[in-house]
């Protein structure tokens, strides 16, 4: 834990502010569910709420399913990170901070077939064109909140999305959704 050097005051309701700054540096959005925990020093510590990352070992296991029955790399990501990843050596993108591009289709809540020309980079950092020759993206919504996506990806040269694909994003995502409901 690191000091931001702000300090603010709780109000006659028990709220606190966050300040701006931290809220756009952390991508908090008004409406973000916040988880809170303590610590044996008396410390209070906010984290953003990830539905999808309480996931975890079934999203590895979905995605390597979604790998093998495809054939091209399986991603599952919330809105801020990257959850699962089953396919060749991309196992570093886990728990990495997802692009502002994959976060702007997100919350778009529509599906996105990519190609070559077009694939964004899937995580901060990530050059778009070094390694993606085609992508199919495809949010998760929950009780109308987009909630993370479902990324079908190819290396190969060639090879192109098509609705099959979009139909098994789309269905792996709407599975997911509906288990964040229940």
Known sequence: MKATGIVRRIDDLGRVVIPKEIRRTMRIREGDPL???TDTEGGVILKKY???GELGDFAKEYAESIQQATGHIACISDKDIIIAIAGIGKKGFVGKKISKELEEIILNKKISNLGKE???ALIEGQEKEEDFTAQVICPIVTQGDAIGSVILLSQEDQI???DGEMKIAETAAKFLGKQMED
Do not use: G, N, V
Request: proline share 8%.
């Open 35 to 37: 988880e809170i925990f």
């Open 50 to 52: 990830s539905p999808i």
């Open 118 to 120: 077009k694939t964004i």
């Open 160 to 162: 192109k999305m098509d």
